[in-house]
């Protein structure tokens, strides 16, 4: 296992461990972050999303598939599951995740996954028949960038 790769390991073992200082660490501090819902975050809001995130997810469970760095990239595929707070809905998400590297720790991480169907998890209807609209994403991530905003 590559150095980058074990980096990866240690994201997500934290991640499942609901420990947020120890994701931060793998993180450089200019780190970038973007998903389907938090589009751009950078440095110190990256940890903070996580924390919130964290916060609000009881019952999260977190598993990290198939994973790899070579030289200063990688990737990884994990599974999200949890009820989303909001509906008490049951979400399995699935999402790919790359990465790049600098002085060893993670400087890029973006994640991908489906929001539409998603939205048909944890919003139910409403997000089986509007998911996939531009008016449905554009309140899931105004909503998400308003909780972020207030985090502590």
């Known amino acids: 296992m590559s150095a980058n790769d074990a980096v ?5 073992e934290a991640f499942a461990a609901g420990d947020p200082e120890t994701m931060a660490g793998c993180y450089h501090e200019q780190i970038h972050f973007h998903d389907p819902v938090f589009q751009d975050l950078n440095g110190p809001e ?3 999303m996580w924390r919130m995130l964290l916060g609000r ?20 595929h994990w599974s999200a599951v949890y ?6 809905r049951i979400v399995h ?10 002085d060893g720790l993670i400087i890029d991480h973006v994640d991908s996954f489906d929001f539409w169907k ?17 008016i449905v994403q554009g309140k899931v ?9 207030g985090a502590g």
């Open 46 to 48: 990256v940890a903070k």
């Open 141 to 149: 991530r105004k909503q998400s960038k308003l909780l972020l905003a």
């Open 83 to 88: 009820p989303f707070s909001q509906t008490g």
């Open 118 to 134: 998603w939205a048909r998890m944890a919003l139910g209807l409403p997000g089986t028949l509007l998911g996939w609209s531009p």
């Open 8 to 12: 990866i390991v240690r994201f997500y």
């Open 57 to 76: 997810s009881d019952g999260l469970e977190i598993t990290l598939g198939e994973h790899q760095a070579e030289g200063d990239v990688g990737t990884a």
């Open 93 to 102: 998400n699935e999402i790919d995740a790359s990465f790049r590297f600098q």
